[in-house]
């Protein structure tokens, strides 16, 4: 599967985006999905997973009660809604597929995922 990340930008404290990652190759149904960031001179760093269907979600601390991921499989895609934006929130974000996962399952860990789509910037800016 061949991920393509999309909706970054520069965004004032306080402000959303929404980012859009798009699945090509095969049906995304397939499998489990993660976003990931990279902030300036930090490690990668979970944003939020969700399992095959939708049905299952979690995050990461700092993000949790901000941010929301989901997915259409219909569309092949998944989201990440962004509000309350704060500077801490400017990194790199990666969309990320892991194969052969549980319908229930959530997996947290980036060595997980095989598939890694080619980052999006978010910068967060006054």
């Known amino acids: 599967v061949q991920l393509q990340a999309s909706g970054g930008g520069l965004v004032q404290p306080g402000g959303s985006l929404r980012l859009s990652c798009a699945a090509s190759?095969?049906?995304?149904?397939?499998?489990?999905l993660g976003w990931f960031r990279q902030g300036p001179g930090k490690e990668r760093e979970l944003v939020a997973i969700?399992?095959?269907?939708?049905?299952?979600?979690d995050y990461g601390d700092p993000v949790k009660g901000r941010f929301t991921v989901s997915r259409d499989n219909a569309k092949n895609t998944l989201y990440l809604q962004m509000t309350n934006l704060k500077p801490e929130d400017t990194a790199v974000y990666y969309c990320a597929a892991k194969t052969n996962a549980i319908l229930s399952g959530l997996y947290y860990n980036q060595a997980d995922y095989g598939y890694w789509g080619q980052g999006t910037q978010v910068t967060v800016s006054s």
């Open positions: 969700i399992n095959k269907n939708g049905r299952f979600t």
């Open positions: 190759g095969r049906a995304l149904s397939n499998y489990a």
